[in-house]
C-alpha cells in the first residue's frame, strides 16, 4: 500500500462539478493499493496516518500528529503506475478494484477520513500548508 501524504489547509473532492467531500486544515491522502493489500496492510497504514507527525509544533518544528485535524482519502490506483518498460505506464501491480474499494474503505474508517468516490473521475483541490509532501509505504 503506498500514500501521498500533503499537509494542507483545506482539501475538497469534485464529482460533476459538485463537492462530494471537503476538509479544512489537516492531510489530503492519495492511497493506492496494492495486490497482496490487506487487513495488515489497512492497520499499518492507518496506525501510521494517524501517528505521522507532520504538523508543526509551538516552536514551528514538525512534531505534532493529527489530533483534532482532519483527513481526505482519495483512491489512487495509478501510485502503482509502471514506467519502466516504456513512456505508458502499467498497473499490474495495483489491486484488482473490488479489492481495492474495500481497503480503501477499511483505511478511511480507521481514520476517520472523508473521502472521495471510488472509481470516479474526480477533480482534487487542495491548499498546501507549507511544502510538506511525503510517500508513505507500508
Known sequence: ???VVQRVTSASVRVDGEVVSAIGPGMLV?????RG????????MARK???LRIFPDDAGRMSEALGDREILCVS???LY??????????FSAAAAPEVAESVYLEVCERTGARRGVFGADMEVDMAGDGPVTLLVEV
Do not use: C, I, W
Request: hydrophobic residues 30%; glycine residues 18%.
Open 49 to 51: 496516518l494517524l501517528r
Open 76 to 78: 489512487q490506483f495509478t
Open 81 to 90: 503506475g509502471d514506467t519502466s518498460k516504456g513512456n505508458r505506464p502499467g
Open 37 to 44: 493489500d490487506g487487513a495488515e496492510q489497512v492497520e499499518r
Open 30 to 34: 492519495l492511497l493506492g493499493v496494492g
Open 1 to 3: 500500500m503506498k500514500a
